[in-house]
């Protein structure tokens, strides 16, 4: 190898195991004393933190855990009159708190306790002329949107209420010479855009788009010796991105071309 690669040592008397019993008692007591510091400093993440630890807490057949009664109750508190959801109670509404709230209701089995048709109305106001997506009434455009709306869309079973060509067209327009996709046309490769982005094309049939071949290279090349995946050349490995680089290869049926 030419270059040497920035990656972390992992001690040789480290766990050996997933110790799932901890992160099931981790997760369950998390967020419930509303006096402590970090659970004021993570307010705008609230809705956010509740999808992770729902999801985590149903890949571990754990889901009996969670409060469902509590839960269902916090979602309604958060949408809005437009129809979004917000991170927490009055605080503005944004795709992102959106999708993990459908998310939520979703895992729970309660969309008929939100306001589905609201969410379609939120959603489809925030399409741009060009397909893009904006964040919220403020503008912003970002794939992350895009994904979320189309995310949000399929789940409730109305992704035709969008034009789903154009959005396709949008994430294409990002797409770069290295196979990868960036947040906007002419941004730079990210595996966390980039599962937005493969995301987005596979849930609007438009993966053909996708050079799966050069983007799997790509992606294939985020593992390190320690086998852990970082999100850009020459950046250290961290757990997230092996989520945003395992998935998107799952998705190109390039799974096994990583260890």
Not at 37 to 58: C, T
Not at 87 to 99: F, G, I, S
Not at 226 to 233: A, E, F, K, M
């Amino acid at each position: 190898m030419a270059l040497s690669r920035k990656d972390v040592k992992i001690p040789e008397d480290a766990v050996k195991e997933l110790l799932l019993d901890k992160h099931v008692e981790f997760i369950a007591k998390y967020g419930d004393d509303p006096d402590d510091y970090e659970y004021a400093m993570s307010e705008f993440l609230r809705m956010n933190g509740i999808y992770w630890g729902s999801a985590a807490m149903h890949l571990m057949g754990s889901l009996q855990s969670m409060d469902r009664d509590k839960i269902i109750k916090f979602l309604k508190e958060c949408q809005a009159e437009n129809g979004g959801f917000r991170p927490v109670q009055e605080h503005d509404p944004h795709l992102l708190n959106t999708l993990s709230a459908v998310q939520i209701a979703v895992i729970f089995d309660c969309l008929a306790e939100i306001d589905v048709d609201g969410v379609c109305n939120y959603v489809t106001s925030l399409q741009t002329e060009e397909g893009s997506f904006m964040g919220d009434q403020w503008g912003e455009i970002d794939n992350r949107f895009t994904f979320c709306a189309v995310a949000c869309l399929a789940l409730i079973g109305r992704l035709s209420s969008i034009d789903v060509d154009k959005a396709a067209s949008f994430v294409k327009s990002c797409l770069n010479f290295d196979g990868g996709f960036g947040s906007r046309p002419g941004a730079e490769s990210h595996a966390g855009l980039i599962y937005t982005c493969v995301g987005t094309l596979a849930i609007t049939g438009h993966l053909h788009y996708v050079d799966s071949d050069l983007l799997g290279w790509w992606l294939a090349e985020r593992q390190l010796d320690s086998g852990g995946l970082n999100g850009r050349p020459e950046k250290l490995p961290d757990v997230c991105y092996s989520w945003w680089v395992l998935a998107s290869l799952k998705i190109l049926n390039r799974l096994h071309w990583i260890d």
